[in-house]
């Protein structure tokens, strides 16, 4: 089943066109990993789904309902349930590691909140960090963190915008089988921009390789090992 489509989608930055005439689909509760060279418009799409920017033109449909049509938002962010994890993590610096998580919950119930924090620390493995601030972190535990206070309201959309780029690869890996877990315990809607090729294998139920604002191709890791693209060959590399 479509969680998310984007249909005829053309976006500008100023005088330059990032986006012309896009269109795709998302499944429900899979890993779609979008990849390819910068500013090839991966960050573009994640923002528009989560409606942080409006397009220029097209349509993009959540759960079949339209929620933005050409520059008018019909879905306020707020109300598409999506979780988004930045490049920059953007950490409270005078939160607690603890507050940073919860602060993805303002709006809940007291008690409920408490439990679903403690969860995440639980699951995170970072129960011995609720007290400590972010400077007193890691990188790999900031990262989680973040990625932590976005789950921690259960979305149905999980972005995430080259979260490892500056991770350890080790800790990369433990990372990453963390969001697997929590993908197949809460069966969220996932899409994950990566310019790592060992990421989107690692991750993707479908990849899609970009270029130029447009799909080169897309597939199952299994079906793009047979493709004749010449561009996802020395790119994406199988």
């Excluded at 409606?51 to 109300?79: C, F, Q, R, S, V």
């Excluded at 920059?88 to 590691?97: G, I, S, Y």
């Excluded at 921009?193 to 604002?213: P, S």
Aim: glycine share 6%.
């Amino acid at each position: 089943m479509t969680k998310i489509s984007l249909e005829n989608i053309t976006h500008h930055y100023g005088d330059k066109k990032v986006l012309d005439k896009f269109s795709c689909s998302f499944e429900e509760a899979k890993i779609s990993c979008l990849i390819g060279p910068s500013g090839c418009g991966k960050t573009t799409i994640l923002r528009l789904i989560a409606g942080l920017e409006l397009p220029t033109k097209g349509i993009i449909k959540i759960d079949k309902m339209i929620a933005t049509e050409n520059e008018e938002l019909l879905l306020p962010p707020h109300k598409r349930n999506t979780g988004f994890v930045f490049q920059e993590l953007a950490l409270w610096p005078h939160f607690t590691v603890y507050r940073n998580i919860a602060f993805g919950l303002q709006d809940r119930e007291g008690e409920k909140s408490s439990h679903r924090v403690n969860q995440m620390l639980d699951l995170f493995g970072m129960s011995d960090k609720a007290k400590s601030y972010p400077h007193q972190l890691s990188g790999g535990q900031k990262q989680m963190v973040a990625i932590a206070r976005s789950l921690v309201h259960r979305p149905e959309i999980f972005l995430m915008d080259e979260p490892m780029a500056n991770i350890d690869v080790k800790v990369k890996e433990n990372i990453l089988e963390h969001i697997k877990y929590l993908h197949k315990k809460y069966r969220f809607t996932m899409l994950y921009v990566t310019h790592d090729h060992r990421e989107a294998l690692q991750m993707g139920d479908k990849i899609l390789v970009m270029n130029k604002g447009a799909i080169e191709a897309s597939g199952t890791k299994e079906e793009l090992k047979n493709t004749d693209n010449p561009f996802v060959r020395s790119f994406f590399i199988l």
